[in-house]
């Protein structure tokens, strides 16, 4: 949908030949997988955040009036440039907010922009899950403590540039350009949330939209993909412990540094799920 700045694989045009011989290469009897690192993919679903180049920031040679003219015109073929709000949706806004945010407010009063940007977060499992579900072949080498450490990257450079960037924005800063949510706080409270939403963006509530969010959202998204993971998960000594183990020695400090989501809380959750 746009030529302006790199998609990160993200267009799935590129790495499928490097990921099979990545694969390959793991294959190799004593060989460790560390040992050729070059083969790592880090790019594509999945993969693009822990990329430490694919990450633009307001100083990215790409901040000029020519790309945001570009950029404007092809997402421009997908707006109704009649409607108060403008949305673009893409995974890699996560690591790129603060060039994005730059670009929109070339030619605004300095620090500020028009751009703001909302942020989903969702428990990193669960969207692991989700990822090995929707995306086929293209994530099918990958375990799940390799997604929640994707997951993980993502969040922690979207937490960082917000603590360096946005923060220090004129206009209300942080709080008046980005909103991060859970979708597990959404589905709870729907019409709240989409009520707050609205007045951030400056936009009047529109009852029966708020009933018809109400009516629509799934009260628990998650449900699904943990009771697959819940699978073996309260079996001392199963795979799937040992893979818990894993995630929560590796990962649950940093998780929570992000976000509310408790990794050690899983069995819990496995035990609330049981039928």
């Given amino acids: 949908l746009q030529s302006v700045y790199p998609k990160f694989g993200l267009d799935h045009k590129r790495f499928v030949l490097k990921k099979w011989f990545g694969q390959f290469v793991r294959k190799i009897p004593f060989l460790p997988h560390d040992s050729l690192p070059w083969t790592n993919l880090r790019e594509g679903v999945g993969r693009f955040a822990l990329h430490p180049e694919h990450h633009l920031d307001e100083a990215s040679a790409l901040v000029d009036e020519g790309s945001q003219s570009r950029l404007f015109n092809q997402w421009a073929l997908f707006w109704d440039l009649r409607r108060p709000v403008l949305m673009e949706k893409s995974p890699s806004n996560v690591v790129i907010g603060p060039f994005l945010h730059r670009l929109w407010g070339l030619g605004a009063p300095t620090l500020t922009s028009p751009a703001k940007f909302l942020f989903l977060q969702r428990h990193p499992v669960a969207v692991a899950l989700a990822t090995l579900r929707a995306g086929g072949e293209t994530v099918?080498?990958?375990?799940?403590?390799?997604?929640?450490?994707?997951?993980?990257?993502?969040?922690?450079?979207?937490?960082?540039?917000?603590?360096?960037?946005?923060?220090?924005?004129?206009?209300?800063?942080?709080?008046?350009?980005?909103?991060?949510?859970?979708?597990?706080?959404?589905?709870?409270?729907?019409?709240?949330?989409?009520?707050?939403?609205?007045?951030?963006?400056?936009?009047?509530?529109?009852?029966?939209?708020?009933?018809?969010?109400?009516?629509?959202?799934?009260?628990?998204?998650?449900?699904?993909?943990?009771?697959?993971?819940?699978?073996?998960?309260?079996?001392?000594?199963?795979?799937?412990?040992a893979e818990h183990a894993e995630l929560v020695d590796r990962f649950a400090q940093r998780v929570l540094a992000v976000s509310p989501y408790d990794l050690r809380e899983l069995p819990d959750l496995c035990r609330a799920f049981a039928p």
Avoid at 182 to 211: F, I, N, S
Avoid at 212 to 220: I, L, N, T, V
């Fill in 140 to 241: 099918n080498d990958l375990p799940v403590s390799a997604l929640v450490e994707h997951w993980l990257a993502a969040e922690e450079r979207r937490a960082g540039d917000v603590a360096r960037y946005f923060a220090g924005l004129g206009g209300g800063g942080a709080e008046a350009a980005v909103r991060v949510v859970t979708m597990e706080a959404v589905c709870r409270e729907p019409a709240r949330h989409l009520r707050e939403l609205l007045v951030w963006l400056g936009l009047a509530p529109d009852e029966a939209a708020l009933r018809a969010f109400e009516g629509s959202a799934k009260r628990d998204p998650n449900r699904k993909y943990f009771l697959s993971f819940c699978e073996g998960l309260l079996q001392p000594g199963s795979a799937r412990a």
